[in-house]
């Protein structure tokens, strides 16, 4: 494909990413040093990436593209999953020369963006505006500051941010209209360089002053923060005489989860879990120097040799039912081996590992005790468990902005989020309210808005006193119209996000921080997920349903609804209906052009009471339908832990 | 006492052979017919068996021998009512005192702890039917071979271990036990048989709870090839002809469209009501695509009396039209209280005013079928009082249950959980309507429209096979590394040449 794209531009300048062995002449954004030269300029510029995810680096690096006045971008292997990327051309005077756009699909997973302007533009900015468009048209934020990178390889620690600044390998970092160029450096070196191997060395503590004499040479002011590129920690040159005694073959150096660079969680995350999988448990094992997922003999997929992993490998392994580590010769060095582990573990492919050798200590501690606890993957439930355990644990240790926080960067305050929380019942207070406290990892507040409910009841009053955190209480007549009641609970709040929740249901202690987690991944305005589990009170059944998690989606149940506050208002909050303001408030966001992701239902229980408590519209029997597998009794998952808890 | 779930009885552990006190006192019943020479045999290996003789009785019953068996100290009784094995193993049964019956033929050699190993099982449960290994030899002393059937039923099943609710098809008078309460249970034998009389009788036991276990360690001998192996064809011609009435399980017996069946496969049990919603449910359980259905009708009955009566202003009036109406259809019963369905394998509990779709006990038992469900729950309504329900229970899971029930019997869909599984599903789902929204029962036409309705589930299920298949050969093929090929992206050159 790539050739045929070149025979076409042959004027072309050619940049590639996540491309093995390119042909020439081609610039290889992740193996070439590439530096800033100031302004070019090129009829033609012709970028081809391997995946959305390998986008994304050539992104990071679009200041370094020259200008153009025709940009082709080309994804050579592109997960059906997502739509065509289409680059919205902003009114902002760079795109005002746009005369043409025409994005094609040659054939299957391939996706060519074709821009041709009426005036040299750099071309860069097609490039960002595609990778954008493979992302959902989220704003390409890293809440982390102003990044410069420099050396081999360094896109790969900002991946999406085209808001960093390249800068040469020695410095210094070119200056933005009238400020600095970034607030952090970080800039890869490879220790075959007599001085580079000086610095990492005074360096392996990340964010230290190096004494005396100082690094390599730098020309600025600020102190880079340095990491190996990853070529440097092959087990070859690990292997070689006289690197015993280098910080790069010491497992505590290798052992800090910040020596690797981040999972791009925009692109390779939970989306598309497959919870009852058709395929077989599969080894990550070594095959031609690499590390590949093998079935049966055959190989499904195989990573690059950064061990960058990418959607296009993801997609491939949803069938899978679990994956099991083969540490022997693992991957092309001990630094991508962990990245290939922490990538797959942050999409919830189902890892399972004999003891974790010592080098690959860069996973984190937690990590490393989930990777061998080897639950009974063959139970489709437990192997979702296990998968959300993952994920939950790498997106935290591995995402971008943690990572960032660990290379030094202040970390941002956690968002707030307020609990809507209407009630008609005075003896439901209380258990909501206790759904509400056990909720861990999260910055909250509880609107609770007490519909016809007196607050000086005592169960009530009892309830909001033993509530330990911030409580707003608001009465709300009887007659009061419910969405009504819900809009002014939401006038109240002052946190950036909304979850409304019920109060009747189980919710675990994981529930909001996995919906958060859920928003910074898939960028949709909402996020929620489905009754999968509902308990049924009046039979004292529990049923697991079929739902299709993890993927956007139309409907989230309504006691799970977390929207971003901006959304909620954009929207005009919920409409003034006694019923159905959930239905209608999503029907509202989507026309609006919004977004709603449904993420995993393990940390949700629905509770269907009698028909007498509850003016339930749909029957007792539509809950029995789609069944997946059921219980008599009340059977939390897991994740629930409801452990030992007395039957409701 | 342990709960065995299904037929796996994997979690039981029976002693070592010679190595635990037993208890139990057993009664071997022989039925014979002129074969003295095989029952002395028999006899002798009976006398030199480990299990304390002090426990062990022999009954034989003799069917009409000539000159009648007559043995020195062995307690010989005769059949008076009928001929034949099953009035002969009746007799021998009725006879017996032991708490455990043992089944033996005539002309079986035992190994010498043959009945200890029996005995094992039935001191752990009592609702274990245990059956011996059986060689056929040419010469006692060789190792013998086990019948062809019994090997391949062994092997494919785990030793029974998963055969569920079909183990009863080993169940053979040659030497198997059984506890005699659980031999009682289950009605005893049908003496009208002759033939096939133990594979009836196993049937039963296993409608009455029972556990069938084969125990490697009894071994007994037949020397040379029984009946069944040297003139299988015409044993199977003679048996098929009568089985298909006794056992509804064996449905490849009762494949055709409309005859009735002596036992119905399922019965469905209404509580009689209003004549006319009444009616509709019954009318629609006797129209569906199993035609072995029965119903009970539940009422009281005795008080229909034949004193003279005003006709239209009966007090009784609803109740006894249902009579008249049903009177003559020989599959519906009339009993004053909630039947027990045995044998039947499947009831179903229909609340009155409820009407069943053409397919819907078709489709019940086809979904307790694959997992041996003991029960299903079918949600037909919800109001302030409760949950309306229909139940299809698996009898033998409910005798079982019941075995372990407390006297208020209100654990047994606990129990019934537990040993077999239970499931709820919704009425609609399964094509319940209440009696004022049914359509009227159409005959054929409703059995067909059942059939397509399903057809197109099928066909909507593959169709999404289909799609899915096909994206997953889609991208299966695009997985190798690509070489240049010039077939495919020629439309795309042609682009890029005319633009550029």
């Known amino acids: ?648 | 006492m342990r709960r065995v779930r299904h037929n796996d009885y994997g979690t039981l552990e029976p002693p070592p052979l010679g190595g635990w006190q037993p208890s139990l006192t057993v009664s071997v019943v022989i039925p014979v017919y002129n074969d003295l020479a095989g029952l002395e045999r028999t006899l002798t290996a009976l006398a030199a068996q480990t299990y304390p003789a002090d426990l062990v009785e022999v009954v034989v019953a003799d069917d009409g021998s000539e000159p009648p068996i007559d043995l020195p100290g062995v307690r010989v009784v005769r059949v008076r009512d009928g001929w034949g094995r099953g009035a002969a193993r009746q007799a021998g049964r009725l006879a017996a005192a032991g708490q455990v019956i043992h089944w033996l033929d005539a002309d079986m050699i035992l190994a010498g702890d043959h009945l200890e190993a029996h005995m094992r099982w039935h001191h752990l449960i009592d609702y274990a039917v245990v059956i011996g290994d059986t060689r056929f030899v040419q010469e006692l002393g060789e190792e013998g071979v086990q019948s062809e059937y019994t090997r391949k039923t062994l092997e494919a099943t785990d030793r029974l271990k998963t055969a569920g609710s079909n183990a009863y098809l080993l169940h053979t008078g040659a030497s198997t036990s059984v506890r005699a309460d659980l031999l009682r249970a289950a009605g005893g034998v049908d003496t009208s048989l002759n033939m096939a009389e133990d594979t009836e009788l196993g049937y039963r036991l296993a409608q009455a709870g029972a556990v069938f276990v084969p125990d490697p360690l009894a071994r007994g001998f037949h020397v040379g090839p029984s009946t069944v192996m040297r003139r299988e064809k015409e044993v199977h011609r003679h048996n098929w002809s009568f089985l298909g009435d006794y056992v509804p399980d064996l449905r490849w017996l009762r494949n055709h469209p409309r005859r009735g069946w002596l036992v119905p496969y399922v019965r469905v049990i209404v509580e009689a009501g209003g004549y006319e919603e009444t009616r509709a449910g019954v009318d629609s359980a006797l129209a569906g695509t199993l035609p072995d259905t029965a119903v009970t009708l539940v009422g009281p009955w005795s008080k229909l009396t034949d004193e003279r009566r005003a006709n239209l202003d009966d007090p009784l009036l609803d109740l006894r039209l249902l009579h008249n109406l049903y009177k003559h259809e020989p599959r519906v019963a009339f009993t004053e209280s909630v039947p027990d369905a045995a044998p039947s394998p499947f009831s179903l509990t229909l609340p009155t005013g409820w009407v069943l779709g053409a397919d819907t006990l078709a489709r019940l038992v086809r979904l307790a079928e694959p997992d041996q469900l003991g029960l299903v729950n079918v949600a037909l309504e919800e109001s302030a009082s409760g949950v309306l329900t229909a139940r299809l229970r698996r009898t033998s899971a409910f005798a079982r249950a019941a075995r372990f029930d407390g006297p208020a019997g209100d654990q047994a869909d606990d129990l019934v959980d537990e040993m077999f599984g239970t499931t709820w599903v919704s009425g609609a789902e399964y094509g319940f309507t209440p009696e004022d929204e049914a359509e009227p029962l159409a005959g054929d036409a409703a059995k067909w429209r059942a059939l397509a309705e399903r057809r197109q589930g099928e066909v909507k299920s593959l169709r999404q096979e289909v799609a899915r298949l096909t994206a997953e050969v889609e991208r299966l093929s695009e997985q190798p590394a690509e070489k240049p090929r010039s077939g495919p992206v020629t439309s795309l050159i042609r682009h890029l040449r005319s633009a550029g």
């Open chain 1, 1 to 648: 494909m790539i050739r045929q794209l070149m025979a076409e531009m042959p004027a072309a300048r050619v940049f590639v990413a996540g491309v093995e062995s390119p042909p020439a002449p081609s610039h290889d954004l992740d193996r070439d040093l590439l530096e800033p030269t100031g302004p070019q300029q090129v009829k033609e510029v012709l970028v081809v990436a391997r995946t959305p995810a390998d986008l994304r680096r050539a992104a990071t690096l679009h200041k370094l593209l020259p200008d153009a006045e025709r940009v082709v971008v080309a994804v050579l292997d592109t997960p059906a999953s997502h739509p065509a990327p289409v680059p919205t051309p902003t009114p902002a005077h760079r795109w005002r020369a746009l005369t043409e756009l025409r994005v094609h699909q040659p054939k299957a997973r391939v996706w060519v963006v074709d821009a041709r302007f009426s005036a040299s533009v750099p071309a860069g900015r097609t490039v960002t505006a595609t990778a954008r468009a493979f992302a959902g048209h989220r704003l390409d934020v890293i809440a982390a500051p102003a990044a410069a990178i420099a050396g081999v390889g360094a896109a790969d620690w900002r991946p999406g941010d085209p808001n960093a600044t390249p800068a040469e390998v020695t410095g210094p970092v070119p200056e933005r209209v009238g400020a600095p160029g970034s607030d952090v450096v970080l800039r890869t070196l490879d220790p075959e360089t007599p001085a580079a191997a000086h610095a990492l060395h005074l360096e392996a503590t990340p964010g230290s002053v190096p004494e005396g004499g100082g690094p390599a040479e730098w020309a600025g002011d600020e102190t880079p923060i340095e990491r190996p590129t990853l070529g440097a920690v092959s087990w070859e040159r690990i292997g070689r005489p006289g690197m015993s005694g280098s910080p790069l073959a010491d497992p505590d150096v290798l052992g800090e989860p910040s020596m690797i660079p981040p999972v791009d969680e925009r692109l390779v995350n939970p989306q598309g879990f497959v919870t009852t999988p058709s395929r077989g448990t599969a080894s990550l094992a070594e095959r031609d120097g690499r590390w590949s997922v093998l079935l049966d003999g055959k190989v499904v997929t195989a990573f690059a040799e950064s061990g960058g992993v990418t959607d296009a490998e993801v997609s491939r392994l949803r069938q899978i039912r679990a994956v099991e580590v083969d540490w022997h010769r693992a991957h092309s060095g001990p630094l991508a081996a962990v990245r290939v582990l922490a990538g797959l573990a942050a999409a919830g492919v189902p890892l399972v590992a004999e003891a974790v050798p010592r080098w690959a200590g860069a996973l984190g501690d937690d990590l490393v005790a989930l990777l061998t606890k080897r639950p009974d993957l063959s139970d489709d439930l437990r192997r979702e468990e296990h998968s959300i355990r993952l994920r939950r644990e790498a997106l935290r240790t591995h995402g971008v902005a943690a990572r960032w926080e660990q290379l030094g960067s202040p970390s941002p305050a956690p968002p707030l989020t307020s609990v809507l929380l209407a009630t008609r019942r005075t003896d439901m207070v209380g258990f909501a309210l206790d759904q509400v406290a056990r909720q861990r990892g999260v910055q909250l507040e509880v609107i609770l808005a007490l519909h016809g409910v007196p607050p000086h009841h005592p169960d009530v009053a009892a309830a909001v006193e033993r509530f330990d955190g911030p409580i707003t209480v608001l009465e709300a007549d009887h007659q009061a119209v419910f969405g009504e009641v819900l809009n002014d609970a939401a006038a109240k709040a002052s946190g950036s996000f909304l979850l409304k929740m019920d109060d009747d249901d189980w919710y675990g202690p994981d529930f909001l921080s996995d919906l958060l987690l859920a928003h910074s991944y898939s960028g949709a305005q909402v996020v929620g997920t489905v009754p999968e589990f509902v308990y049924l009170s009046s039979i004292d059944v529990t049923v697991h349903r079929k739902q299709v998690t993890e993927q956007i989606t139309s409907f989230v149940a309504g006691g799970t609804i977390l929207v971003e506050r901006s959304a909620f208002q954009a929207v005009g909050g919920f409409r003034p209906l006694r019923r159905s303001v959930d239905t209608q408030f999503q029907e509202a966001l989507q026309a609006a052009g919004g977004q709603i992701y449904r993420t995993h239902g393990l940390g949700y229980i629905l509770r269907r009471g009698p028909a007498a408590n509850h003016t339930w519209q749909e029957p007792i029997g539509t809950f029995l339908q789609r069944n997946r597998n059921q219980w008599r009794g009340f059977r939390p998952s897991a994740l629930m832990e409801l452990d030992g808890s007395p039957r409701p």
